[in-house]
């Protein structure tokens, strides 16, 4: 199975802050990887696919850079919205179809 | 713009067979272009991905929960569902709904229901 390995757990930023959040995969996965927010008690929302392709209706401050097995997230400037936990996911097959353990990005 | 709702029970006794149904709205489970998906998030723990169905009837199962799971659709409601039987306080989790993009491209999630836990407790 492949092993998607996210960090840091838990960042602290602040309003207007440049935030980049890592995943990592096991062995390579292209760039069959998308990138999800989740606040409590919501529906997790899709973000990015493929690496790099912003979702429709997805602010511009949010991208995605990575191929093989490293891939980051990137939020330029971080607005009060954006406090939430975020995932990614590798999508290379069905076997093993999984998800990292999350970055909860937390006001400093 | 689709939605999808999770209904179900909240308690689960052990052993007991879990049963929940997605509806949705705003689109149709009989489209090729999507799978619909069941995930899960056990308290303080990472997302699990259970399987999927097409509109074909064909499915996926995670290996981990082959032997347990099954999942169904009703066309004419627009509904699926999952069956989690001999469960165990490890199922406890909130469990999600969501579509699936089909086809080589395919693989991730751009719509989920807003989950609803299940506890497995006597």
């Known amino acids: 199975d492949i092993q998607m390995t996210q960090s840091p757990s838990t960042l602290s930023a602040s309003i207007a802050d440049r935030v980049t959040i890592t995943c990592r995969a096991s062995?390579?996965?292209?760039?069959?990887l998308a990138w999800y927010q989740h606040k409590p008690g919501k529906a997790p929302k899709l973000l990015i696919y493929?690496?790099?392709s912003l979702q429709s209706g997805v602010p511009s401050r949010f991208s995605g850079s990575g191929s093989g097995t490293e891939f980051t997230l990137t939020i330029s400037s971080l607005a009060p919205d954006d406090f939430a936990t975020y995932y990614c996911?590798?999508?290379?097959?069905?076997?093993?179809?999984?998800f990292g353990s999350g970055t909860q990005v937390e006001i400093k | 713009q689709v939605q999808l709702q999770e209904s179900g029970p909240g308690l689960v006794e052990p052993w007991e067979t879990l049963s929940l149904t997605c509806t949705v709205s705003?689109?149709?489970?009989?489209?090729?272009?999507?799978?619909w998906a069941w995930v899960r998030q056990p308290p303080g723990k990472g997302l699990e991905y259970i399987g999927n169905?097409?509109?074909?009837?064909?499915?996926y199962y995670n290996p981990s929960l082959k032997s347990r799971v099954s999942i169904s659709m009703v066309k004419s409601r627009d509904q699926f569902s999952l069956k989690v039987n001999s469960l165990t306080a490890a199922d406890t989790a909130v469990y999600y709904c969501?579509?699936?993009?089909?086809?080589?491209?395919?693989?991730?999630?751009?719509?989920w229901g807003q989950g609803t836990l299940v506890t497995v407790s006597s």
């Open positions: 969501a579509r699936e993009l089909s086809g080589d491209d395919g693989g991730y999630f751009d719509s």
């Open positions: 705003g689109g149709s489970v009989t489209s090729s272009t999507y799978y």
């Open positions: 169905i097409y509109y074909n009837g064909d499915t």
């Open positions: 062995e390579s996965i292209s760039r069959w």
């Open positions: 493929k690496a790099s």
């Open positions: 996911q590798h999508y290379k097959s069905y076997e093993g179809l999984s």
